[in-house]
DNA sequence: CGGTTTTGACCAGCGC
DNA sequence: GCGCTGGTCAAAACCG
């Protein structure tokens, strides 16, 4: 289970069609009437890849901890939808130190990875939906397109102080950044893929579930630890 | 003892 | 209407 900063307590289980591995139920017990959930599945190709889905957005405060979590999700989501290919290595050392030392990047993705038993990468396609429209390319068609057009970009997560902040350039640079580092990794790819297919289907048969409140999905790879289990994060809205 | 987890039952939506 | 499936409820068990 992956810790994000919110406190979550299970309230249902189930055998979902098609997968070997039950699918659990969690509410966020932050607040009193928060009504965010969240489903945890594991992916039926990967069992290493833990699938999550959010659902909702938080009606209370969030800690550092889950304000950052919410803050690479946006970052990440930016970084897949863009599927910037640049091969900037000068930014490779810093994105890949990031997850061994969370002080560095405290905003980004450093401290997910320290308060995840395991390496993380979240996405959060609600966030930069219209973003990725922009961005998308047709050689990138493993990627979830069911939030596009969507008007709303509020995600699950992102009740605190990002929500007001002017992230959009330091963003930017960040999605340069964490774009070179993974877009490189060649084990993404392939770990991405079976998420997708886990969760939407097999790739390439749809543009995914139009009209569902579905984000996307991301897995995480650390070249570092092979061994580690792998997640995945979705966000959807209302 | 209070909060969380487990687990079978219940309900709604959907396709046939 | 019936069966299947996904999601939720709620009582009992569990745990610190």
Redesign the pocket.
């Known amino acids: 289970?992956i810790n994000d900063g919110c406190?979550?307590?299970?309230?249902?289980?189930?055998?979902?069609?098609?997968?070997p591995c039950p699918?659990?139920?969690?509410?966020c017990?932050m607040a009193i009437a928060c009504p965010v959930?969240k489903?945890v599945q594991r992916c039926a190709e990967d069992k290493t890849i833990l699938v999550t889905t959010y659902?909702g957005n938080h009606n209370h405060p969030l800690p550092p901890a889950a304000t950052v979590m919410a803050n690479t999700t946006s970052s990440a989501a930016a970084m897949l939808l863009s599927g910037s290919t640049t091969s900037e290595d000068s930014l490779m050392a810093p994105a890949a130190g990031s997850f061994l030392h969370p002080s560095t990047y405290a905003s980004t993705m450093a401290a997910l990875s320290a308060s995840a038993p395991f390496p993380t990468i979240t996405l959060d396609l609600t966030q930069t939906a219209n973003q990725l429209q922009l961005l998308q390319r047709p050689q990138h068609p493993v990627v979830p397109l069911s939030m596009y057009g969507l008007p709303q970009k509020l995600p699950g997560l992102m009740v605190g102080p990002q929500a007001s902040l002017p992230f959009r350039p330091q963003q930017q640079s960040m999605v340069e950044t964490v774009t070179a580092a993974i877009t490189t990794d060649p084990n993404f790819t392939a770990a991405l893929a079976a998420a997708i297919t886990s969760v939407m289907g097999a790739p390439g048969t749809t543009n995914g579930a139009s009209g569902s409140n579905a984000a996307s999905i991301g897995p995480a790879i650390v070249p570092e630890s092979p061994q580690c289990p792998k997640s995945c994060t979705t966000f959807s809205i209302n």
């Open positions: 289970m406190q979550w307590r299970k309230y249902g289980q189930k055998m979902a069609k098609g997968n699918r659990a139920y969690y509410r017990t959930r489903q659902e």
